[in-house]
């Protein structure tokens, strides 16, 4: 079920706010884990069992690790996470390891194996990881075991971020399960995340979606380079508004329902190197990989030959979690790299120069990585850039940039500029400092727009995700 | 301040629950009118638990998205929001929004920017194609014609909104239009015509809608007769003034689907008979109708007393609509049929009609399919026959028109034991009845061969093998072979060897 789906909105919602704002406390924690199975269900009904199997056996292993010391505890804690790679290597990584024995097979003349290929569980790469920070937490003892199966299986499943994230450490909200504030402020707090969440999604990522598709699905000869130019900052846009969309939604249900989750994003694209944008771009999983993966294989203590082989082995790992495909390496070397390049001296160059083109530098690196994330190989990737370097031949090229710019278009990449370069931001900021003062008067004014901003934007984005199920037939009864 | 602040919050939670509950209330409490659905669609039904409860969970989520309460409402809020904010269209990919009111399908913009021109092996396609259509049709007397309308972007490219950028000025509609030079093929470039009068102060195409006015189909169809009547000179035109020109307001199908159409009426260019019409509604064969077309609109027979001859058979799109009108007055028998945008030369329905005409009344967007789906007969292959089937048993074979089985019971050869023989490639034949059904081996029950189909597929044809002294057996699709039952002297598709019981001789009835 997707947040943005009709039946998410006008039943599963409603249902669940109902049934937190009718039952006890005590039942608020089984109310939303049934919600929240329900939730994983109904997307993805044969799955169900794999996903209760990583809740059960990662809350054996949690008091596992928890019960045992010493050696016995790391070789809980090893078994526990190998569990969970498996699930995760098996489901989302064997059809991209068959693919890729075979293609070394039939370049060596032999008879390609056959096999069956494997359906992907949906939020197999969240869950694991939920998973994996409880149990090294639980380890490095910095969080007490949960011993009541119903709060771990809830952290687990929880649905506001089951299924696109944020990769919610158990430490960050394990206090929260039995202690939370359900208030209406931090409810009306929470609406608010939620709408605007929603609008990124539904309104702006969408838009950009269809014209990045447009772009990116046509024949690469027929494209002008502005067009692919078009087509990337579309994209660029896209993944932005739809991942950070998602983020704001899930933090926004978490408060509705009492829970305070981590920001994910933080205006990444004003990022004024890559080692910055790492901090600003999907910080829960940065983190994670940070505090689980890189710190663990000494960070940047050793030798500098072995900073950069932790650094490339992070952002492989980065890249390859997006994805069972060499596109998302690719893009985690790519990024891998940059780091690297910044590290051994770039960086104090950057430092040097104008703010906006360290900006335009970190953007323009972001947006080419971007074509190896979204092309649909690596030849489609190598193409496109080729095609925006302007060299590409311009013979038969029938989509030109122009056709692409209507009214709408060039409105939501306007916008889409102004909240991404946090200009947004700014203007709020000085509209909050004229009217943050002890004047009754201009606080009225000023929640009084929010709250109609707000219930409008609700309202319009309702219209669009109706809009999206929109699917006249031209012909029939004619 | 903390007071109001609350309230505020209270109002906020209240409002944004109310449009999370706002179409469940609505759906039981109905207190909010609603809209028509303007998609041009039966919605998806509620599902029935059926199958697994994966699959039942899919069928309910899409059938909810479907019918949730309100949701034509709000569709038609965001459309015209869209339509009146940014000018742009809320089915980008159906409908172009172009200059002064005037809308387009989008799909034709590539033809138009000259993007997709056809290959030299597609138009050599088209050409081989064309010639066998016409040479099988004419060794049956039938002469053939494709009839080329123009997409309404190539006709008045002067409202298309800047984003379209022509590339080249050689549409489709030329590479097939130039094909006309061979002197086997007949193409009726209706172009001409249209834009010979496209300036003579009356529009020929909607503004709103995708299709010509009843003035464009006029100059059609005019264009269409001119072209017969070298054929067949009986046939001439009506004259326009024979018509009574006038604008009528009415809704265009791009405008409706923009929810725009109050916004943007249609003011229609229509035409009214100043003379007595004397075409009228025939009697239908009743041809299967395919999927997506409705059973009206599949199969219309017209049909005029008023001392015409000529049969006419047309493989229409929605272009042939405001035609029919003229056709029917001068044709004594027209036929019409909707194939989906195949297309097709549909022999089964020409070896039933045997029209002395066949029309093939193609939109330019869509004449690929012509070479898309081929022709599968040889233009040189036999003629069908009329023949008697002589079972083992040495009675003649009938199609038993109540139960619609095939009964060895008859000693001479009538009209119920008369069948077409249809000869195709690899020596696969089809029968067909007297009464317009073909044998079909898409057998149920015992395995008894049917006379019910009224398409020539796979299921009604037979493999004709040749055994001497003018014997022959069937093997049918299922890979069994035709037998006669002794017992009921009914045939069926269940043998597995020729024996007796499987030798039939047939005999041709002049």
Excluded at chain 2, 46 to 55: N, V
Excluded at chain 2, 364 to 371: G, H, L, Q, V, W
Aim: proline share 3%.
């Amino acid at each position: 079920m997707l947040f943005s789906s009709p039946i998410f909105i006008f039943l599963f919602l409603p249902i669940v706010i109902f049934l937190i704002g009718v039952g006890r406390k005590s039942w608020h924690n089984v109310i939303l884990l049934f919600a929240s199975i329900f939730f994983y269900a109904w997307g993805a009904l044969s799955q169900t069992p794999i996903f209760l199997f990583s809740i059960v056996s990662n809350y054996c292993f949690g008091l596992l690790i928890n019960n045992a010391d010493g050696k016995k505890a790391k070789l809980y804690l090893s078994i526990g996470v190998t569990v969970n790679l498996l699930l995760l290597g098996y489901f989302k990584y064997f059809n991209f390891l068959m693919e890729n024995i075979n293609t070394l097979f039939s370049a060596t003349g032999a008879k390609p194996i056959e096999y069956s290929k494997v359906a992907l569980p949906i939020g197999i790469s969240f869950f694991t990881f939920h998973a994996m920070s409880y149990l090294i937490d639980v380890y490095r003892k910095k969080v007490t075991v949960q011993k009541n199966l119903l709060d771990l299986a809830l952290y687990i499943s929880f649905f506001p971020q089951l299924i696109a994230g944020p990769i919610v450490r158990y430490i960050d909200v394990a206090t929260q399960f039995q202690k939370r504030t359900l208030s209406l402020e931090k409810a009306t707090v929470g609406i608010q995340r939620f709408i605007f969440g929603f609008a990124k999604k539904v309104i702006v990522a969408n838009a950009m979606a269809y014209l990045a598709d447009k772009i990116f699905d046509a024949p690469i000869g027929e494209i002008s380079a502005g067009t692919a130019w078009l087509g990337i900052i579309a994209y660029t846009f896209q993944i932005y508004f739809d991942f950070s969309g998602y983020s704001d939604m899930a933090i926004g249900l978490a408060k509705i329902f009492g829970f305070d989750f981590p920001e994910n994003f933080n205006y990444p694209y004003i990022a004024q190197s890559i080692k910055e944008f790492w901090r600003r771009w999907h910080i829960s999983l940065s983190t994670w990989f940070r505090d689980f993966l890189y710190i663990p294989l000494g960070g940047s203590k050793g030798s500098n030959a072995k900073t950069i082989r932790n650094l490339l082995i992070v952002f492989f790992c980065t890249g390859f979690w997006h994805g069972a495909s060499w596109n998302f390496i690719v893009w985690g070397m790519f990024h891998g790299t940059f780091l690297l390049i910044e590290r051994i001296g770039f960086d104090r160059v950057l430092s040097k120069v104008w703010k906006p083109i360290r900006i335009g530098y970190t953007l323009l690196i972001v947006m080419i990585g971007w074509v190896f994330f979204r092309a649909n190989d690596l030849t489609a990737a190598i193409d496109y850039l080729g095609k925006m370097s302007f060299t590409a031949s311009k013979e038969n090229v029938q989509m030109f940039l122009i056709e692409y710019l209507d009214t709408k278009t060039i409105f939501l990449l306007s916008i889409a500029t102004l909240y991404s370069f946090g200009i947004f931001r700014w203007v709020i900021e000085i509209i909050k400092k004229i009217f943050n003062t002890n004047k009754n008067a201009y606080q009225f004014i000023f929640y009084s727009t929010k709250f109609i901003i707000s219930i409008s934007l609700f309202f319009i984005t309702v219209l669009y995700m109706a809009g999206s199920t929109y699917n006249p037939f031209i012909y029939f009864r004619f | 301040m903390k007071v109001y602040l609350k309230i505020l919050n209270i109002v906020m939670l209240v409002s944004f629950l109310g449009i999370l509950v706002l179409p469940t209330a609505n759906e039981n409490l109905h207190f909010i009118k609603e809209n028509e659905n303007s998609e041009n669609r039966t919605k998806l039904k509620k599902p029935a638990f059926k199958d697994t409860l994966e699959k039942f969970i899919k069928e309910y989520d899409d059938y909810y998205t479907d019918n949730f309460s309100l949701r034509d409402n709000f569709i038609k809020i965001l459309n015209k929001l869209q339509f009146l904010l940014f000018n742009v269209s809320s089915v980008p990919d159906i409908v172009t929004v172009g200059k002064d009111g005037w809308f387009y399908e989008a799909s034709c913009a590539l033809n138009y920017k000259g993007a997709n021109h056809f290959t030299k092996e597609e138009v050599e396609k088209f050409r081989n194609e064309l010639i066998k259509r016409t040479k099988w049709a004419a060794k049956r007397g039938i002469k053939y014609y494709l009839v080329l309308v123009p997409n309404k972007m190539e006709m008045y490219p002067e409202h298309l909104p800047r984003q379209i950028i022509q590339t080249s000025d050689v549409f489709r509609y030329d590479q097939i239009a130039s094909l006309n030079n061979d002197s086997t093929i007949n193409i009726i470039d209706v172009r001409k015509n249209l834009l010979k009068h496209k300036n003579d102060g009356r529009e020929l195409y909607q503004h709103t809608d995708d299709h010509w006015n009843e003035l464009g189909a006029y100059y059609g169809y005019q264009e269409i007769m001119n072209r017969l009547s070298k054929d067949f000179p009986e046939l001439k035109p009506i004259p326009l003034d024979m018509l009574d020109v006038g604008i009528v307001q009415r809704y265009g199908n791009m405008a409706t689907m923009l929810n725009v159409e109050k916004e943007y009426p249609e003011q229609y260019v229509k035409l009214t008979e100043k003379y007595k019409m004397f075409g009228h509604d025939g009697i239908k064969k009743g041809y299967k109708t395919l999927p997506q077309i409705g059973e009206p609109e599949y199969e219309i027979v017209k049909e005029n007393d008023n001392g015409k001859k000529l049969k006419c058979l047309i493989i229409r799109d929605s272009f042939t609509m405001l035609m029919i009108r003229f056709f029917q007055e001068q044709f004594a028998k027209l036929v019409i049929i909707h194939d989906q945008w195949m297309y097709r030369m549909r022999e089964d329905v020409i070896i039933k009609e045997k029209p002395d005409i066949i029309l093939n009344i193609v939109l330019e967007t869509r004449a690929k399919s012509i070479i898309d789906i081929p022709f599968t007969l040889d233009a040189d292959q036999p003629l069908e026959e009329n023949v008697g089937i002589k079972a083992a048993n040495g009675k003649y074979c009938c199609a038993e028109p109540n139960r619609h089985m095939v009964i060895a019971d008859k000693e001479k050869i009538n009209s119920w034991e008369t069948f077409t023989l249809v000869r195709y490639k690899n020596n696969e034949c089809a029968f067909l009845s007297c009464h317009n059904f073909f044998f079909s081996s898409n057998i149920s029950g015992n395995g008894e061969i049917t006379a019910f189909s009224e398409i020539a597929s796979d299921w009604e044809r037979f493999k004709l093998i040749e055994l001497g002294n003018r014997f022959v057996a069937f093997k049918a699709s299922n890979g069994k072979y035709l037998s006669l039952d002794e017992k009921t002297k009914t045939l069926f598709a269940t043998a597995d060897k020729i024996g007796a019981n499987e030798k039939f001789k047939i005999t041709v009835v002049k």
